[in-house]
């Protein structure tokens, strides 16, 4: 009888060790999971916070009115064109529609 508990505690102490490297094993390869998300997620951020500065940077109003000025032809507005001053009132602004072209129907 005792050497049939023995060979069942032994047999028990086999499955706990067992089941305790499984657990570790399990524990370590979770944990590697986990740091490796963030470190995505770090560098999506990262990312994510360059090009908001790129944005700020190509939607800067100075740099925006310089590009203007050099390659647009505007001239401010004058009132005479929103406001016809006989009888004080507005006119339609005038917008030149430029068409495009498909590129693939010249072609």
Known sequence: MVRMLNIALLFVF????????????SAEA????????????AA??????????????LN???????????????DYLRASQVLDLRDETTLSIPVLMVPQGDDDAER
Do not use: C, G, N
């Not at 590697?32 to 997620?41: E, G, S």
């Not at 999506?44 to 940077?57: G, N, Y």
């Not at 800067?60 to 505007?74: F, G, V």
């Open 30 to 41: 979770e944990a590697k999971a986990l740091r490796d998300t963030q470190r995505i997620m």
């Open 14 to 25: 086999v499955i706990l060790v067992a089941a305790l490297y499984h657990i570790r094993y």
């Open 60 to 74: 800067d109003p100075r740099r925006l009115q310089i590009l203007s000025r050099q390659y647009l032809s505007l």
């Open 44 to 57: 999506e951020q990262d990312r994510r916070r360059t090009l908001q500065a790129e944005w700020a940077s």
